[in-house]
């Protein structure tokens, strides 16, 4: 019986030894693309705003990854997004204590979080709320938006099934705020990141695509947002910009980063769904966003080591927001 387990074991090992490269890309996706079919304008440095940041981030088991992420961070300055699930296993007090608070902790004061499911799981996100304090918003509530120059940002608590949050539906708490913030900011081009993804190439489907966020992305659509980002899926894919229903919609669409790398561990992806452009799951790294009046770059910088890439840069189609 040892004998047979014992190969059954190599052989398993093999398999994972023989997979190809975990960075993808689809052939016809561009690099450098001009999203929502805008021509760029170059803009005034003093107009320039960096977004940085990733999900799924310090396993108190193995901090290495966290804090290969954090090393990154270190020389890019700007505002730091945390795309939830911040502090494993259980998102306690003690975790963000002794795990995030040494890597990631180290840019709090510039850091903007979202709750993932983690944080709800062991503590009902009291040691989150207890750790970021008014940074996090209502602890109520967990979702809430700031400005970026030109640029609205809206944090979103994607926690659907959380019942103290009242769901995700139409005429839910959070979407009717979400409608009633957006409405606010007309002018402004509009950025949106929470946990959880609607789109993903995970090779667990039900993990990584949540139609319960439908109604979120169909308000952001609405508002001519140019990106939404998440985490969950421990890997990174960036996918063409698409309307809620998942149609290719170069002029319109909403442009979705799922960069759950921020040191946690990596997790595989599948077969890639339509609209999904690049692809990787063994590359710990941060999404740095460079944010202008009516326009956006984005460039994926992976940790030391690796050399797995991804950038390019894309357009605000709110012609309000991209006005001079």
Not at 24 to 40: I, R
Not at 184 to 210: D, N, Q, T, W
Not at 215 to 233: K, M, R, S, T
């Amino acid at each position: 019986m040892r004998l047979i387990i014992g190969r059954a074991c190599l052989f398993f090992i093999a398999v994972l030894l023989s997979r190809p490269s975990s960075s993808q890309e689809n052939p016809a996706s561009s690099q450098s693309t001009t999203h929502k079919g805008a021509k760029l304008r170059s803009a005034p440095k003093s107009n320039e705003f960096t977004l940085v940041g990733a999900g799924d981030i310090a396993w108190c088991g193995n901090i290495a990854g966290a804090e290969a992420t954090a090393k990154l961070i270190d020389r890019i300055p700007g505002t730091v997004f945390a795309a939830g699930d911040l502090a494993y296993n259980g998102g306690t007090y003690e975790e963000f204590q002794n795990c995030y608070d040494p890597t990631w902790g180290r840019f709090k004061a510039r850091t903007r979080p979202a709750p993932g499911n983690h944080e709800y799981g062991g503590s009902g996100a009291s040691g989150y709320f207890r750790y970021w304090g008014q940074q996090a918003g209502d602890p109520k509530k967990g979702y809430y938006s700031y400005d970026l120059g030109s640029w609205h940002i809206v944090v979103l608590n994607t926690n659907c099934n959380v019942k103290e949050l009242g769901g995700c539906g139409a005429g839910s708490p959070e979407e009717t705020w979400l409608r009633q913030d957006l409405a606010e900011h007309p002018k402004a081009c509009v950025l949106a990141y929470g946990h959880h993804a609607m789109f993903s190439s995970g090779i667990l489907g039900r993990h990584g695509r949540h139609p319960e966020l439908r109604p979120f992305w169909q308000d952001l659509y609405n508002a001519h947002a140019a990106l939404i980002l998440a985490g969950h899926e421990h890997s990174y894919e960036r996918f063409a910009p698409q309307n809620p229903d998942g149609q290719a919609d170069p002029e319109h669409g909403i442009r979705q980063i799922t960069v759950g790398t921020g040191g946690k561990s990596h997790t595989f992806l599948g077969n890639p769904q339509p609209n999904s452009e690049v692809r990787n799951d063994d590359t710990y790294g941060v999404l740095k966003l460079t944010l202008a009046r009516g326009q956006y770059k984005w460039e994926f910088l992976p940790e030391a080591g690796k050399k797995f890439r991804d950038s390019g840069e894309g357009a605000c189609s709110n012609a309000q927001g991209a006005q001079k």
